[in-house]
């Protein structure tokens, strides 16, 4: 009886993980049954192809999923070309679930989903019109950024996931490196003022001691917080990021200003995008990708003026009415801001009446964008 009891209970266990498998087998590599599971698989793809955006989300480790922390994003040409792939098979998915099925609730969501994966397709023809290395927000100043502000230091492990990520700086600048390369070759090269820019900003990043850098310095200071750990083992975690940042990250980031000193030369003040191949109609994909609009760039451009024109003729009229008249509207502002009749006073009753102006600024808003 026992051996009965035994045997369909190991069948049960059986069937379960059968299904369970082709469950995952279906939800990892085609296209789930369910049209939400497709939604959840496109964004899980997304996370997990990219640790330091799943490590800035925080997601995942309170299921004590925390190894991506202990990685970098890869910056490979490769990668990005996977990623391309990626985009156009999830598209064709998602076109395969019949909208008349879907609730409402569903139909926007595969709306917007939908415009977002086909932008992503359209994009592959200008992957490499952008910099990855810019004044603003490029690679080499969003990796101090990334380990100083996200990189979670709570603990032991995160210290050594921590070193982890400093280890792996190196490759993660080849892989850049190789993709700028690319740029190069198809003739696509930053303005010669973001290269000054870049060169100068990483110049002075590794022209400081290794105990001076943000690296460091952030470090020790979020580690002290870090209560189990002790003296000791701080001290031997600070050495050993200060000695990653002399052997790791400086040599990286010298790569990178030996490359972008070895094009300087190459580069010129026609700024704009203008320049690039098929530069215009680059941009014309841009603003479509950055507004949804689908007016042309000349449209947007002419839509401007007029407005600027309309809110210039209001803001005129408001400023003759009191006692600006004839004045330019720059000047007219600055001394708009300086006086009294237009200031709540500093104090509490001035900052009374200036909550509830707001107040009734934004209740009006929040009427008028319900109508």
Same mark, same amino acid.
């Given at each position: ?11 049960? #266990? ?6 369970? =498998? ?63 792939? %990626? ?13 008349? +099925?879907?609730? +409402? ?86 303005? +010669? ?19 001076? &850098? #943000? ?8 580690? =002290? ?8 083992? %701080?001290?031997?975690?600070?050495? %050993?990021?200060?000695? =990653?940042? &002399? ?15 070895? #094009? ?10 203008? +320049? ?32 600027? =024109? ?18 330019? #509207? ?10 009294? %009749? ?30």
């Amino acid at each position: 009886m026992l051996k009965r009891v035994f045997k369909w209970l190991g069948a049960i #266990i059986a069937v379960v993980v059968i299904a369970a =498998a082709v469950f995952l087998i279906n939800l990892i590599w085609f296209r789930p049954w369910s049209l939400n599971l497709f939604y959840d698989k496109v964004f899980a793809e997304v996370l997990f192809d990219h640790p330091e955006l799943l490590s800035m989300l925080g997601l995942v480790e309170q299921f004590g999923i925390t190894s991506h922390n202990g990685k970098l994003d890869d910056e490979s040409p490769a990668h990005q070309q996977r990623e391309f792939d %990626r985009w156009k098979r999830d598209l064709t998915q998602l076109r395969q679930y019949p909208l008349d +099925r879907q609730t +409402r609730s569903q139909t926007l969501s595969t709306h917007v989903l939908d415009w977002f994966l086909q932008m992503q397709v359209e994009g592959e023809k200008w992957q490499w019109h952008n910099y990855p290395v810019n004044q603003l927000f490029g690679v080499q100043n969003q990796f101090p950024s990334f380990m100083a502000n996200t990189h979670r230091l709570l603990n032991q492990e995160d210290c050594e996931y921590y070193l982890m990520r400093l280890d792996g700086l190196p490759k993660k600048v080849d892989q850049l490196l190789d993709n700028l390369k690319v740029r190069e070759e198809k003739q696509i090269l930053p303005p +010669r003022f973001v290269v000054e820019e870049v060169l100068k900003e990483m110049t002075d990043f590794v022209g400081q001691p290794a105990s001076e &850098n #943000i690296l460091a310095t952030s470090f020790k200071t979020r580690a =002290a917080k870090i209560d189990k750990l002790t003296e000791a083992q %701080r001290a031997d975690f600070q050495t %050993r990021v200060e000695t =990653a940042i &002399n052997a790791k990250a400086y040599p990286a980031y010298q790569e990178l200003i030996d490359y972008f000193r070895e #094009i300087l030369p190459k580069t010129t003040t026609d700024d704009g995008v203008w +320049r690039l191949p098929d530069g215009d109609a680059y941009y014309a994909y841009c603003l479509r990708e950055n507004t949804t609009t689908a007016f042309r760039p000349n449209e947007v451009h002419e839509l401007g003026l007029r407005e600027a =024109a309309r809110i210039e003729g209001e803001m005129r009229a408001l400023l003759n009415a009191n006692g600006f008249a004839g004045q330019p #509207i720059g000047e007219s502002m600055d001394k708009l801001g300086k006086d009294p %009749r237009f200031l709540f006073p500093n104090n509490d009753k001035g900052r009374t009446d200036a909550l509830a102006e707001y107040t009734q600024l934004i209740t009006h808003a929040t009427e008028r964008s319900s109508k």
